[in-house]
């Protein structure tokens, strides 16, 4: 009888321990909640991110607690987890926003903080860009490439990620992993706008994702003589990259190309003829390939000509 009664004892006093340990987490919960708050008002970026960062910790810590045996301060407490969750959403725009007013060196820190907090926040959705564009300021360009291969592993339609994968891997002569990374650009420009992107934003990352996947995929498909799609694709492009020499010129020469390749063994006079007068607006434009188009002009003139 003393027996079960002192074990009742110690149940009840390790359930009461229990409850005292649960409260005081919510109290630590509370405590961490105002100081970020006080913190984000505020400039200091160091204290943003060292209160977001306990504030994210004390979440953690609460969630984990013992769930209480009682159905009412069950209840509250499963309430207090849910909400616990959209704080640490307030957390991470925290140190998100701090590092959109920070410089570069200010922005890799508060950013890589972030990354390693949640890497699938969704304010790294836009700040894997902000992150490249600030290993770009800080002359750090040559870790993009690993930070973009995480950033498409959480968000695989991010624009930004797969142009610098897109170009690191055409750079070193992988042309089928460049041409992939090309065709999820494309794909990528005809998703919906990521939720916390402003329209104008959007329209300009659709753009960079049309004009840059549409141009890569073209012009490596001319290099790897695959005409058809080369032609399909650098007819998309064309509009869209005029202005900018270096990538007109390209396209307008392996249009000129996989015109000329497409209509030579067709017997396709009309082909010859469009590739003809690509090649001649290609010997116009100042780029690494305007002689090749100059010379090409002459060749693809005559050969048509003679063509019934």
């Not at 790294?124 to 300021?137: F, I, P, R």
């Not at 300009?204 to 799609?229: A, C, D, H, M, T």
């Not at 020499?245 to 396709?268: K, Q, S, V």
Request: charged share 25%; hydrophobic share 40%; with cysteine.
């Amino acid at each position: 009888m003393k027996l079960n009664v002192l074990r009742a004892s110690q149940a009840a006093m390790i359930a009461m321990l229990l409850a005292v340990g649960t409260a005081a987490f919510a109290d630590e919960l509370d405590d961490a909640y105002a100081a970020m708050q006080a913190a984000a008002k505020g400039d200091d970026t160091a204290q943003i991110k060292k209160t977001a960062l306990d504030l994210c910790a004390a979440v953690k810590k609460y969630a984990a607690s013992t769930v209480p045996d009682n159905p009412v301060e069950k209840e509250e407490f499963t309430k207090r987890v849910e909400w616990s969750k959209s704080i640490q959403v307030e957390a991470e725009y925290a140190i998100y926003a701090a590092a959109l007013k920070s410089p570069a060196e200010t922005k890799l820190d508060l950013l890589t903080a972030l990354e390693e907090e949640n890497p699938k926040s969704r304010y790294m959705e836009l700040g894997y860009s902000v992150l490249l564009g600030a290993l770009t300021e800080t002359g750090q360009s040559a870790k993009g490439p690993e930070v973009a291969e995480r950033a498409v592993a959480n968000f695989p339609n991010d624009i930004s990620a797969l142009l610098v994968l897109t170009e690191d891997s055409y750079a070193k002569g992988q042309k089928d992993k460049a041409l992939g990374n090309a065709k999820k650009m494309v794909a990528a420009a005809g998703k919906s706008k990521p939720e916390d992107l402003s329209g104008a934003d959007w329209e300009r990352l659709k753009g960079i994702g049309l004009s840059r996947g549409y141009w890569y995929s073209g012009v490596i498909e001319g290099e790897k003589n695959q005409y058809f799609p080369c032609n399909a694709d650098l007819r998309l492009a064309l509009p869209l990259v005029k202005g900018t020499d270096a990538m007109y010129g390209p396209a307008l020469y392996y249009l000129g190309l996989c015109n000329y390749r497409i209509g030579h063994e067709t017997a396709n006079k009309q082909m010859e003829v469009e590739a003809q007068h690509f090649f001649e607006q290609c010997a116009q434009v100042k780029s690494r390939v305007s002689q090749n188009c100059f010379t090409s002009a002459a060749a693809v003139k005559k050969e048509a000509g003679a063509m019934r």
